[in-house]
């Protein structure tokens, strides 16, 4: 059994909740979870565990607090509440973030530069975010600030940037307002590029401060590869990636397809999906910023013909406006990767009673030493109609 002491926050910041067992226990768990919840609807294969399940997360938030005696604190919030815990450590964040959030911490108490009061809305430091690459070993730090004119800014910058010279690229990000966002509208890069790059199964992709990006990049690897796999492309097909995001599954699929369509509703993810399609060479690949739902029911109405849907929803599900038109649609085989087994086990359901049917499901433990657990499913239709027309993309 894993000593619960090797962390102080075990059971407090809501990260490590299966920290008291063994990871085979733990694993052992996740996949019956998912068996139970998806029995009688798709046959579950084996989890994929980590071989070496620490230390994985490749993106760390902390947001800043002060006593009294106006020493200042790191942490995240207690699940469901407001209240921080204090985070020095972290058995799952990538080793080389902590010294930077420690260095960070140092210097706002040195330069004595005011944390923000969420109460009295006065203040200036409020957060910090770091991303790290994988593959490059690049370092993105972004400070989220209630003012970009805070005092000392420029000494505190040059300090930090000498004391850490890891870092990429600084970034100061500007948000005053009382939500759990952790990112204001407004950033000014202090200095680098103002993003990161990694790789995925062979593909680079750029990584801003607001972009989605898997937060750990070696089961994302076996993850997308097997979706890609299970998808059985060809190089007449065209393939739509819904809720597409910076365009990782899209991208990496791309080079087996005709064509592929990415959608994705929200603007910052699509400005990155298109900077990665261009960074990548691509030319068979075509990007909407729209709602997918939409999207592919305006392809229904067109009667246009997909042959291969990647879904990749968040934690609620799907729509039923997206199953119907992927229905419609009638592609030969859709892949779903989900986040939540539950909506998973419901949106099968929905699509098994309308002409598909779930031939596999295969758990991969995306998060370890938390209780999540992500999926990829196999739909296949069972008209397998054969597809011949193609629009001009």
Known sequence: ??????????????????????????????????????????????????????????????????????????????????RMVQADKCLLENRRTAAIVEGIRLLVEDFRIPVFNETTMRGYMRRVLIRTSRTTGEIMVVLVVADLAFPCKNDFMKVLRQ??????????????????????????????????????????FRISPSSFFQINPVQTELLYQTAIDLAEINDSDLVVDAYCGIGTIGIIAADKAWHVVGVENNKSAVKDAVINKRENGLTNMSLYCRDAGEFLEAMANDNEEV??????????????????????????????????????????????????????????????WTEHTECVALLINKSLISKNSRKDY
């Open 1 to 82: 059994m894993v000593n619960q002491r090797y962390c102080e926050s075990f059971k407090k910041c809501g990260g490590c909740t299966m920290l008291n067992m063994t990871y085979e226990e733990q694993l052992k768990v996740k996949e019956n979870k998912c068996k139970d919840i998806l029995r009688g609807i798709v046959k579950t294969d084996k989890i994929v565990g980590m071989a070496d399940p620490w230390y994985y997360r490749n993106k760390v938030h902390r947001t800043f607090s002060s006593d009294r005696r106006g020493r200042v604190h790191t942490g995240t919030y207690e699940p469901g509440s407001h």
């Open 307 to 368: 042959d291969v849907v990647f879904m990749d929803p968040p934690r609620t599900g799907s729509t039923r406006q997206f199953m119907d038109s992927v229905i419609r649609l009638s592609p030969r085989r859709v892949v779903y990767i989900s986040c939540n087994p539950e909506t998973l086990a419901r949106d099968l359901k929905y699509m098994c009673s309308r002409g598909y049917a779930a031939t596999r499901a295969i758990p991969f433990d995306q998060f370890p």
């Open 163 to 204: 004391n850490h010279p890891e870092i990429s690229t600084l970034i100061l990000n500007v948000n005053r307002a009382f939500t759990p966002v952790i990112l204001g509208p407004r950033s000014e890069v202090v200095f680098g590029k103002g993003y990161i790059e990694d790789t995925l199964c062979g593909k680079v």
